[in-house]
C-alpha cells in the first residue's frame, strides 16, 4: 500500500438535500440473531449516533453539510484529503501520536468513556492519545450537539463533538476516533455493490445521500460486515425494512456496537505503516 494512494474520494452530487426534520425512532435493541426485524435487530454504534444526530437535527457544521450522517468536511479538509496530506504525523519512534483536550464540561465517567473508546483504538496500532501539550494540530473534544468528527487530520484544532452522555459509549467514541484517523464507512467503499445490497426504496428520503460511494483506498482489506464503520441493517430505515442487505451471507450482521474489529485495526495498522 502506497501512502501516496491514501484517499481520492469524489463526491457525487445529488441533488437537493433537504433539511428536513425527522423524528426519529427509537432502534430498540434486542439480541434476536438474524431477524429482519428492526425492533430485534442489535443497535450498532451507528444506530445510536443515528438517533442522536437525527433528534439534535445535526445536518451541518460551520455551515457545511455532514456527509453520511456524522462526517464533518470543510473546504480546507476536503482539498487536503484529496492532495493526500490528512494523515496524523508518525513520529520517530514509530507512534502515531494524537494530542486532544476535553472540553471541562465533561464528568469524571464521561472522561472514563472517551478514554475507554481510545484505548480501544490504541489496543494492536501504533496511535497514541495524549493530552495535548505543544502540538500544533489536535482534537478539541466536546459535548457539542450530537456525535460528530472531522475526516482526517484537519491540521490545527479540529472539534470532535461527543454529545454527553449519548456519544460517550466506547464504541460510538472509536468510531468518531476513527473518522478522525482518516477513514469513511465500510459500506461507502466502491466496491460495496459486491457485498451489499442498498434498498433504496426503504431509506428515508431526505437521507438518501447518506449512502454516497466514495473511491478510497481499500489497503488490499476485505469488506468487513463487522467493522465499527458500518452502517446497521436498518439505517436510516424509512418503515422499519432493512435499508442494506448483506449478499454474501444474509445473516451476516452489518456493524457492531462493540468496538473496532479485527480488520479495522489491521487497516489502522496499514494506513499508518504501523510496524
Ligand atoms: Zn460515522
Same mark, same amino acid.
Not at 481499500?218 to 482489506?221: F, K
Given at each position: 500500500m502506497s501512502s501516496s494512494a491514501f484517499i481520492i474520494f469524489i463526491f457525487t452530487l445529488l441533488q437537493g438535500f433537504a433539511l428536513s426534520t425527522k423524528n426519529s425512532e427509537e432502534f430498540n435493541a434486542g439480541?434476536? &440473531? $438474524? +431477524? *429482519?426485524?428492526m425492533m430485534n435487530s442489535v443497535k450498532t454504534a451507528m444506530d445510536t449516533i443515528i438517533t442522536v444526530n437525527d433528534d439534535q437535527e445535526v445536518f451541518a457544521v460551520d455551515g457545511v453539510r455532514i456527509r453520511e450522517g456524522d462526517i464533518a468536511v470543510s473546504r480546507h479538509n476536503e482539498r487536503s484529503c484529496f492532495a493526500q496530506t490528512c494523515l496524523w504525523n508518525k513520529s520517530v519512534d514509530g507512534h502515531v501520536y494524537v494530542a486532544y483536550t476535553l472540553s471541562p464540561f465533561y464528568s469524571e465517567v464521561d472522561e472514563s468513556g472517551i478514554k475507554r473508546g481510545m484505548k480501544l483504538i490504541e489496543r494492536g496500532t501504533c496511535v497514541r492519545f495524549v493530552p495535548k501539550?505543544?502540538? &500544533?494540530?489536535?482534537l478539541d473534544i466536546q459535548p457539542k450537539s450530537g456525535c460528530w468528527s472531522y475526516f482526517g487530520a484537519t491540521g490545527g484544532r479540529q472539534v470532535l463533538s461527543l454529545q454527553a #452522555? *449519548?456519544?460517550?459509549g466506547s464504541a460510538v467514541v472509536s468510531h468518531q476516533l476513527m473518522h478522525a484517523l482518516g477513514f469513511l464507512h465500510e /459500506? +461507502?467503499?466502491?466496491?460495496r455493490d459486491k457485498y451489499i445490497s442498498i434498498?433504496?426504496?426503504? %431509506?428515508w428520503k431526505d437521507r438518501l445521500r447518506n449512502f454516497e460511494k466514495f473511491r478510497i483506498n481499500?489497503? *488490499?482489506?476485505p469488506y468487513d460486515? $463487522? +467493522? %465499527?464503520?458500518h452502517f446497521g441493517k436498518?439505517?436510516?430505515s424509512e418503515d422499519g425494512n432493512p435499508t442494506i442487505i448483506p449478499? &454474501?451471507? /444474509?445473516n451476516a450482521r452489518l456493524g /457492531? #456496537?462493540? $468496538?473496532? +474489529?479485527k480488520l479495522d485495526i489491521i487497516k489502522i495498522n496499514k494506513l499508518y505503516k504501523c510496524d
Open positions: 439480541t434476536t &440473531r $438474524g +431477524s *429482519d426485524n501539550t505543544h502540538e &500544533r494540530d489536535y #452522555p *449519548d456519544c460517550l /459500506q +461507502s467503499r466502491a466496491d434498498l433504496w426504496k426503504n %431509506i481499500n489497503m *488490499d482489506t460486515y $463487522g +467493522s %465499527i464503520m436498518y439505517a436510516y449478499k &454474501r451471507n /444474509q /457492531q #456496537p462493540f $468496538g473496532p +474489529s
